[in-house]
């Protein structure tokens, strides 16, 4: 069984995938902003309601971005 | 046995050997040969930010030569690593806002205070208590037409002591000229971000009492 070799990129592709990377992990930054403010105005107003679906979809994004960033790492 | 089916069936099946050659592996298009092979891209060659050739550079930059466009390359991963950073921080602000919702959940309601009478509060005035502890200052109102209204007297912009103007309809906040809706204790105009947190009050004969902190931000 023969292994199929890596393709080499090159530094211009590298960076691309890089950028979109970044613009991936960006996003989803932004998202966890809006999810923490309006969690606080939430709580702010007693409705505890939202706290923990808020912190559970945060920390999702948290994960998404680690393994972004660990792509991003081993390239 | 040269008509052996078998033999021609595992000669028909062979893999071409030009396909396995050093240039061509797995490749039967017209792909570029080198394919596989680290690419020449001019980026990769390092040049100086003054375009100048190496040799012709000072000692320090030929001992310490930065290879500039990796360098840029490294900055960006850094930069991700500082965005999942920023991530993580986030996802700590939501655990102590889950966090605080739990103590709050389990904390005991204040309790029922008595904080007047009536007869002691006369229309279109107002008086002090402090509720749910001693350190939280509260006003209790009673305006022209009987209505018993009261609100934290804490600014919920910088917790200055608002002023009730009965008249005018309005609880002012000096510090910062904050303003307050009488009736419902809303931010009007200024800084306060939020309306006064509401006491929930509870009239048994000629007492009045404190029955609970309602916290608002609409």
Known sequence: MTT??????????RTTVVYGVLCFVLILVVLQLWLLTATMNAYLDDDDAVVWPALGASAGCLLLNLGLMRSLLRR | MPDDPQTRFEQDRAIDPRIDSPEREGLTGTTRGNIYEPATDPEDVTVAPDHRPMTAQPRWRRDFAID????DYVARRDFAKFLVLISGAFVAGQAWIAANSLIRERRAPPGRKRIASLAALPLGSATMFAYPGDHDPCLLIRTRDGKLLAYSQKCTHLSCAVVPEIDRGILRCPCHEGIFELATGRNLAGPPPRPLPAVELEVVGDEIFAAGVKERTR
């Open chain 1, 4 to 13: 199929k070799p890596q393709r080499q990129l090159t530094r211009a592709q």
């Open chain 2, 68 to 71: 500039w466009p990796e360098d």
